[in-house]
């Protein structure tokens, strides 16, 4: 397998975090999102992923090569395909407060805060594209604690990681880019300190990455 992704991308690393805690090994394959422009948007990664966004995973299939992108689909796609160290345990009803909190980033958080957006903001209005950003992290993050289930466990919903901490830690660490304030959120951080134990995380983090600029 080929991961085409960024160092800082909270996107790549979520499938990082899957595949290291799957113990699945891969190729990691840089795509700058700022130098020249942005590389995702040059045609040869454009034939890979239209949406000029990153993950984008090259799995194959016998003698098919497949792209796959968005991260979520990328990590029920490896759910399926490697069972094992579950991401999505439980029964149904388990299952989808797991993807619950998973939306809860995924799509009520990261999309308002990231690159692109800030790039627009700054390009086309007066917004502070910082201050923007800080405030959807914030509420979104101060939300998703309030989801958490009261069960005692280390993890977001129980004893073990789940697809629910894959999306939360990285979005912990864009919060701090941004001068989020913890106050308020520490059972998140207690999370986020179960999970900085496990060597799948500590292989995932943006500062292991071969493209990391520290």
């Not at 979520?14 to 090994?25: N, Q």
């Not at 299939?61 to 991401?87: H, K, M, N, T, W």
Request: overall charge negative.
């Amino acid at each position: 397998m080929k991961l085409y992704g960024y160092w800082r991308s909270s996107c790549s690393w979520r499938v990082r975090i899957g595949l290291e805690l799957k113990g699945l090994s891969y190729e990691n394959c840089p795509v700058h999102l700022v130098d020249d422009g942005g590389h995702q948007h040059r045609d040869d990664f454009r034939a890979k992923n239209p949406m000029r966004q990153l993950p984008v995973l090259e799995v194959r299939d016998g003698d098919v090569v497949a792209e796959l992108s968005q991260s979520l689909a990328i990590l029920e796609f490896l759910e399926e395909r490697y069972p094992r160290a579950p991401l999505l345990p439980g029964s149904a009803l388990e299952r989808a407060k797991i993807r619950q909190l998973a939306e809860a980033i995924n799509s009520g958080v990261q999309p308002l805060q990231n690159l692109a957006v800030m790039q627009k903001l700054k390009a086309e209005s007066d917004v502070d594209a910082k201050a923007w950003s800080a405030y959807w992290i914030e509420r979104g993050l101060k939300a998703y604690q309030a989801m958490l289930p009261d069960h005692g466990g280390p993890f977001c919903v129980g004893d073990a990681p789940t697809l629910a901490d894959v999306c939360l830690i990285p979005q912990l660490y864009n919060a701090r880019r941004f001068s989020v304030p913890f106050d308020e959120l520490g059972r998140l951080l207690e999370i986020e300190a179960a999970a900085e134990e496990l060597s799948a995380f500590q292989a995932a983090h943006p500062d292991r990455q071969p493209d990391a600029v520290l």
